[in-house]
């Protein structure tokens, strides 16, 4: 089993995330280090630092998502949320713990998740994520990469785990 922190987990995200990107077929438009210009439209996305990059990361991803979760699932969930959304990787999480997929995390999600091993709700998350992402209509263009972002973080959940 592996400790995280937040600069391990982002060094892990970095790993999927790149430099600018200005490609038509992505959704969020305008994206460097992962940090897209529909998400985030008043940034100079083509002059956003590292460093910039990775507070945002901490203050609007890390930290709502660092519910007393196991350091595995944490990762995951905070590397959903990066590349979908932070409500979508919520309420994926939920549906991994079979509870009302509200897109907030509580007290009974929580407690549902306390109940599950790590491991386990690792496999179902990635699970979760891999089946929502096949459904989406840029699933053709950029399915590929995602599957084998997937296929990275199961990995890094056999190790965590």
Same mark, same amino acid.
Do not use: C
């Given at each position: %089993? @592996?400790? $995280?922190?937040?600069?391990?987990?982002?060094?892990?995200?970095?790993?999927?995330?790149?430099? *600018? #990107?200005?490609?038509?077929?992505?959704?969020?438009?305008?994206?460097?280090?992962?940090?897209?210009?529909?998400? *985030?439209? =008043?940034?100079? @996305?083509?002059?956003?630092?590292?460093? +910039?990059?990775?507070?945002? *990361?901490?203050?609007?991803?890390?930290?709502? $998502?660092?519910?007393?979760?196991?350091?595995? /699932?944490?990762?995951?969930?905070?590397?959903? !949320? /990066?590349?979908?959304?932070?409500?979508?990787? @919520?309420? =994926? $999480? +939920?549906?991994? #713990?079979? /509870?009302?997929?509200?897109? =907030?995390?509580?007290? &009974?999600?929580?407690?549902?998740?306390? #109940?599950?091993?790590?491991?386990?709700? @690792?496999?179902? $998350?990635?699970?979760?994520?891999?089946?929502? %992402?096949?459904?989406?209509?840029?699933?053709? /263009? =950029?399915?590929?990469?995602?599957?084998?972002? &997937?296929?990275?973080?199961?990995? *890094?959940? !056999? %190790?965590?785990?």
């Amino acid at each position: %089993m @592996i400790v $995280l922190n937040f600069d391990d987990a982002y060094d892990r995200l970095m790993g999927h995330e790149g430099g *600018y #990107v200005n490609d038509p077929e992505d959704p969020g438009g305008e994206t460097k280090w992962g940090i897209s210009k529909r998400s *985030y439209p =008043h940034l100079n @996305i083509k002059e956003l630092t590292r460093d +910039q990059a990775k507070e945002i *990361y901490r203050e609007d991803f890390w930290k709502p $998502l660092n519910q007393n979760l196991p350091d595995g /699932v944490l990762f995951q969930a905070f590397d959903f !949320a /990066v590349n979908s959304g932070i409500s979508t990787a @919520i309420r =994926h $999480l +939920q549906k991994a #713990v079979d /509870v009302a997929d509200d897109g =907030h995390w509580g007290s &009974i999600s929580q407690k549902a998740a306390l #109940v599950m091993t790590e491991s386990d709700l @690792i496999m179902k $998350l990635l699970g979760e994520r891999l089946e929502f %992402m096949t459904k989406l209509k840029n699933w053709p /263009v =950029h399915g590929k990469g995602w599957a084998r972002r &997937i296929a990275t973080n199961l990995r *890094y959940g !056999a %190790m965590d785990s």
